[in-house]
């Protein structure tokens, strides 16, 4: 692990080394920002709003001027676990091994 101090505001900076470690630390991080909620879009992940295409009768991407305030919520979260994660590997490379593992 990197040498980072511990803090509420700032991710465990994983470096490579000791991932079991750090997975715990990340985990406590995650749940302890926004009441849980970014643990919650660790474990659920998050996907564009879609409606039904009256053309092709599909699910199509929303535009973002349609989204619900709910969608733009969740929208906003998922952006600020993402930055939390990509604070928190110095390593893009390995980025998705990390997010798969956590």
């Not at 643990?39 to 709003?49: K, R, T």
């Amino acid at each position: 692990m990197g040498d980072r101090g511990t803090s509420v505001n700032c991710p465990p900076l994983f470096d490579g080394r000791n991932f079991s470690q750090w997975k715990i630390m990340m985990t406590a991080f995650f749940i302890s920002q926004d009441d849980g909620k970014q643990w919650m879009m660790v474990e659920d992940g998050w996907s564009a709003p879609e409606r039904t295409s009256i053309v092709a009768g599909a699910s199509v991407l929303k535009p973002r001027s349609e989204w619900t305030e709910s969608e733009k919520i969740a929208a906003r979260m998922n952006i600020k676990t993402l930055n939390s994660l990509y604070s928190a590997v110095n390593n893009l490379e390995v980025l998705g091994s990390v997010v798969n593992n956590l």
